[in-house]
């Protein structure tokens, strides 16, 4: 079965300065990948996605995201981070059965921002 | 841009009582989902629905769950008797066609409070 770890439950990070996050998928097969955002008292928005082609994939927001199929990882970087980026973020997989298209969700990394 | 829409945003309700959550999905999207996220855990995956009927389930999803499509814009779950594990927060998801490329939007969900 496909399983999503962030292995950051909390991550601090000054205003202005970089910002990576990390996520590691187990799946048998071609990975859809996704990053979404969840703002206090929101709901999930989506930053970006990975389903093929160039590794490096730009989102919304300034983010970017990696995917290295050797490390089986989907990093989400930032370069410049700004307090309104202070989230939880969840890393997911989808499948790619016919079916249902589910959606697996890591346990997110919650990114506190100093001023 | 268009949105999902989920009513209420906060339902509370005694164990034992039937809930309805409401969820109006995006208005050309043909894919339906409801996911759940216990305070502090994963975003969990319930159930999809596609052309009036489930595709697929959890083992989350027993006999008190079910999903509705009962006009053409709204898309219901309904929770028959409730316990004190089913307060969470709950999202509601839609997407356009088949494939998991094609990413799932999200509501802003409704949370849960079984007393």
């Known amino acids: 079965a496909q399983s999503v770890t962030q292995p950051d439950i909390h991550i601090t990070v000054s205003e202005g300065a970089s910002l990576e996050l990390r996520c590691n998928y187990s799946?048998?097969?071609?990975?859809?990948l996704f990053w979404y955002v969840q703002s206090p008292g929101q709901g999930l928005q989506l930053l970006l996605k990975y389903f093929s082609g160039d590794t490096l994939v730009q989102g919304i927001k300034g983010f970017e995201a990696e995917f290295k199929r050797s490390q089986s990882s989907f990093n989400l970087r930032k370069p410049s981070v700004h307090w309104s980026d202070a989230a939880e973020y969840f890393c997911a997989v989808g499948l790619g059965s016919a079916a249902g298209n589910k959606l697996t969700f890591g346990g997110g990394t919650r990114v506190l921002v100093k001023p | 841009e268009p949105e999902v829409t989920q009513t209420p945003s906060h339902q509370v309700t005694q164990m034992g009582q039937e809930v309805i959550l409401r969820c109006v999905p995006i208005s050309n999207h043909l894919y339906f989902y409801w996911y759940r996220q216990i305070l502090g855990q994963k975003v969990e995956f319930l159930v999809s629905f596609y052309n009036n009927e489930i595709s697929e389930k959890s083992e989350i999803f027993d006999d008190q769950f079910s999903v509705e499509r009962p006009d053409g814009s709204n898309f219901t779950l309904k929770i028959r008797s409730t316990k004190l594990e089913d307060s969470a927060m709950y999202f509601c998801?839609?997407?356009?066609?088949?494939?998991?490329?094609?990413?799932?939007?999200f509501g802003d969900g409704t949370r849960l409070s079984i007393l």
């Open positions: 998801a839609s997407k356009p066609g088949q494939g998991p490329n094609q990413p799932q939007h």
């Open positions: 799946y048998g097969a071609t990975p859809y």
